[in-house]
T-cell receptor, first 115, second 114 residues
Framework: DTEVTQTPKHLVMGMTNKKSLKCEQHMGHRAMYWYKQKAKKPPELMFVYSYEKLSINESVPSRFSPECPNSSLLNLHLHALQPEDSALYLC??????????????FGSGTRLTVV | DQQVKQNSPSLSVQEGRISILNCDYT??????FLWYKKYPAEGPTFLIS?????DKNEDGRFTVFLNKSAKHLSLHIVPSQPGDSAVYFC?????????????FGQGTTLQVKP
């Protein structure tokens, strides 16, 4: 299995909803990442987990809450989002610890629309 | 402050010819560079990478060249195929930062015409 699987592929949520994005990989990768990509913009890092511990939070608003239940799973809990949070949310994993210059494997993303 | 720049938003080439995508960076701490390809509604797919200790890396039709003094890298695709039509992102990281953070360029949309 050489994939990063993200669910759901599409999500529409209201500003008062609570939802979660899920990411799963079975490659034994020990670093996992959440990126956000707005239309016609490059992906921007949100969070880094290394060995199941949060190592980087790029000043992301608290309405985004990451969780890493085990080495294969990464969640992003969403609450009270704003329409400007609508974007493609990408999960990625890498073989080595962050900084070891391993290439990422990206999932296909979750297209989130906040109404 | 955009540390990785892809100044050409789009590029169109004929099938069979060479595609050259360019990328410039400003942070001299970057020591690892990657190219990703992205189709609409999909995540980026890793293509090829290069460490700052090298100036060239080749993988099949794809070759990446790194000019550290100019802080410039380029991706050559030879021969170009219609299936190569996609958005190409250049990305850079700094091993010394130990964050694993990739900084992406704005992307270049490549169209390969049959």
């Amino acid at each position: 299995d050489t994939e990063v699987t993200q669910t759901p592929k599409h999500l529409v949520m209201g500003m008062t909803n609570k939802k979660s994005l899920k990411c799963e990989q079975h490659m034994g990768h020990r670093a996992m990442y959440w990126y956000k990509q707005k239309a016609k913009k490059p992906p921007e890092l949100m969070f880094v987990y290394s060995y199941e511990k949060l190592s980087i939070n790029e000043s992301v608003p608290s309405r985004f809450s990451p969780e890493c239940p085990n080495s294969s799973l990464l969640n992003l809990h969403l609450h009270a989002l704003q329409p400007e949070d609508s974007a493609l949310y990408l999960c990625a994993s890498s073989q080595g610890p962050p900084g070891a210059n391993y290439g990422y494997t990206f999932g296909s993303g979750t297209r989130l629309t906040v109404v | 402050d955009q540390q990785v720049k892809q100044n050409s938003p789009s590029l169109s080439v004929q099938e069979g010819r060479i595609s050259i995508l360019n990328c410039d960076y400003t942070n001299s701490m970057f020591d690892y560079f990657l190219w990703y390809k992205k189709y609409p509604a999909e995540g980026p797919t890793f293509l090829i990478s290069i460490s700052s200790i090298k100036d060239k890396n080749e993988d099949g039709r794809f070759t990446v060249f790194l000019n550290k003094s100019a802080k410039h890298l380029s991706l050559h695709i030879v021969p170009s195929q219609p299936g190569d039509s996609a958005v190409y992102f250049c990305a850079a990281s700094s091993g010394s930062s130990n964050t694993g953070k990739l900084i992406f360029g704005q992307g270049t949309t490549l169209q390969v015409k049959p």
